[in-house]
């Protein structure tokens, strides 16, 4: 009963990343949904840039506490392990609807890409930070990453097996593709506004201290020498530059 509990659980954790994912490509492409990075009220410049970074700050502070192994030792010892992945994503996402909320939008614009084709590029080429995004999760295991693995394999009484180190496809190419595919979607838009440019600058700052101080320490102590190795051969977040670390 207390399987089918917990797998009921991360299914429905799962189904409001779903909904938090999808949501964010509208969000942030302010396309489709009905509150947008630039939608809604403006309040004073002040007051919007200190209540947006505070909720950056709420998404930064849960995702790095919680993927911390310490903090997983510490879930584990209290509920089941199988519930420890579900409840990052479920946490995440809540936090994510958090920002979607209360974003104070600042529209002053910055950069209005008006030639037409430029805007086409620009926003094909948001779409495709998102696909590399979705794509680079099946690469590592999407099932995994999400937690839908950890609950199955609890109702068959197996343990999951970690994702294996992968180096291959766009791993290949970049250290982190999914932290990639969000910085180009992120940074992609024919109209750049102070708001959506404030929400840019925190969170390329936020990944490139989270994935180069947090998650590739926790990497080079799991995985050892070959990811020392693979951090000398694939640079971290640009495509074919030298700069390896
Ligand atoms: C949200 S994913 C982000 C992965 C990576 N930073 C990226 O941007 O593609 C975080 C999880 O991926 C795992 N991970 C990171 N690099 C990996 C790799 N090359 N192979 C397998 N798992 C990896 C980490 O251990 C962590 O559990």
Redesign the pocket.
């Known amino acids: 009963m207390k399987k089918v509990v917990i797998f009921i659980y991360g299914a429905i954790a799962y189904i409001i990343f779903l909904i938090a994912f999808l949501y964010a490509i509208g969000f942030v492409g302010n396309i489709y949904v009905p509150k947008t990075i630039d939608s809604g009220t403006e309040p004073s410049i002040m007051n919007a840039i200190l209540i947006n970074l505070v909720l950056l700050s709420v998404f930064a502070l849960q995702h790095s506490i919680m993927?911390r192994p310490a903090f997983k030792k510490r879930f584990n010892a209290i509920f089941s392990q199988a519930m420890e992945r579900s409840t990052y994503v479920l946490l995440s996402s809540l936090a994510l609807i958090l920002i979607y909320w209360q974003w104070q939008p600042i529209t002053t614009i910055v950069w209005d890409v008006e030639n037409e084709i430029g805007g086409y590029i620009l926003t094909g080429i948001f779409f495709l930070g998102w696909l590399i995004v979705l794509l680079?999760?099946f690469m590592?295991?999407h099932f995994e990453?999400f937690g839908l693995a950890q609950i199955f394999d609890n109702l068959k009484n197996k343990q999951t097996a970690h994702?294996?180190?992968?180096?291959n496809y766009?791993?290949k190419l970049v250290?982190?593709?999914?932290?990639?595919?969000f910085l180009i979607a992120f940074w992609a838009t024919p109209v750049m506004t102070i708001g959506h440019l404030l929400f840019s600058i925190v969170t390329t700052l936020y990944i490139i201290i989270a994935?180069k101080y947090l998650?590739e320490k926790?990497?080079k102590k799991?995985i050892g020498e070959d990811y020392e190795t693979?951090q000398k051969e694939v640079p971290m977040i640009v495509p074919f530059t030298k700069i390896k670390s």
């Open positions: 993927a680079s999760t590592i295991n990453l994702p294996k180190f992968q180096t766009l791993y250290r982190h593709p999914i932290m990639l595919g994935v998650e926790d990497l799991f693979y």
